[in-house]
T-cell receptor, first 114, second 115 residues
Framework: NAGVTQTPKFRVLKTGQSMTLLCAQD?????MYWYRQDPGMGLRLIHY???????AKGEVPDGYNVSRLKKQNFLLGLESAAPSQTSVYFC?????????????FGPGTRLTVT | GDSVTQMEGPVTLSEEAFLTINCTYT??????LFWYVQYPGEGLQLLLK?????DKGSNKGFEATYRKETTSFHLEKGSVQVSDSAVYFC??????????????FGTGTRLKVLA
């Protein structure tokens, strides 16, 4: 049981390049999330998904796209990277347990855009 | 709207000192409250939770009590260790009257424990 995994762990992009971050979970959770973490700003929600084939915008969706073709995978895409997207990206899946919701996080992807 | 406010860090303590990290929230309805911990280079991990007023969550020597009257969920530990050095996030989950669901994190409080 690997939990939530993210690939890659590190990436450096030039402005204008594109990339896809992959998140996978083996806990059969319906809900999945993408966050970015920046110094002094905590976690900000980019996009989320409430089930296979669904996606929705979070707090800071501009410049990102997502897809949830399979329940276990949630992909985050950057079509044209900008320096403002330099951040640490975390994926999370969520368990509903006795009326509460607990989130499980991946180890993060550190992205630098030059 | 709903929000979570944490005390600003960093908090620096000596080993075996008493820890308090303050967290207050605003929310309509009856949110569930959480503390998450993030160790260096890792993702967040659930530390403890409470689902209703007066509930006390506890784990690994940490405790927090859901206080509806003061809308607070302060994290405490009686004797911290160097290994507790991390960033601590307070969070809430709530369902609005219209049925939408949200999960809100505070900005995090960095704790540094010195030997």
């Amino acid at each position: 049981n690997a939990g939530v995994t993210q690939t890659p762990k590190f990436r450096v992009l030039k402005t204008g390049q594109s990339m896809t971050l992959l998140c996978a979970q083996d806990m059969n959770h319906e809900y999945m999330y993408w966050y970015r973490q920046d110094p002094g700003m905590g976690l900000r929600l980019i996009h989320y998904s409430v089930g296979e084939g669904t996606t929705a915008k979070g707090e800071v969706p501009d410049g990102y796209n997502v897809s949830r073709l399979k329940k276990q995978n949630f992909l985050l895409g950057l079509e044209s990277a900008a320096p403002s997207q330099t951040s640490v990206y975390f994926c999370a899946s969520e368990r509903s347990w006795r009326g509460t919701y607990e989130q499980y996080f991946g180890p993060g992807t550190r992205l630098t855009v030059t | 709207g709903d929000s979570v406010t944490q005390m600003e860090g960093p908090v620096t303590l000596s080993e075996e000192a008493f820890l308090t990290i303050n967290c207050t929230y605003t929310a309509t309805g009856y949110p569930s409250l959480f503390w998450y911990v993030q160790y260096p280079g890792e993702g967040l991990q659930l530390l403890l939770k409470a689902t209703k007023a007066d509930d006390k969550g506890s784990n690994k020597g940490f405790e927090a009590t859901y206080r509806k009257e003061t809308t607070s969920f302060h994290l405490e530990k009686g004797s911290v260790q160097v290994s507790d050095s991390a960033v601590y996030f307070c969070a809430l989950s709530a369902t609005t009257t219209s049925g939408t669901y949200k999960y809100i994190f505070g900005t995090g409080t960095r704790l540094k424990v010195l030997a």
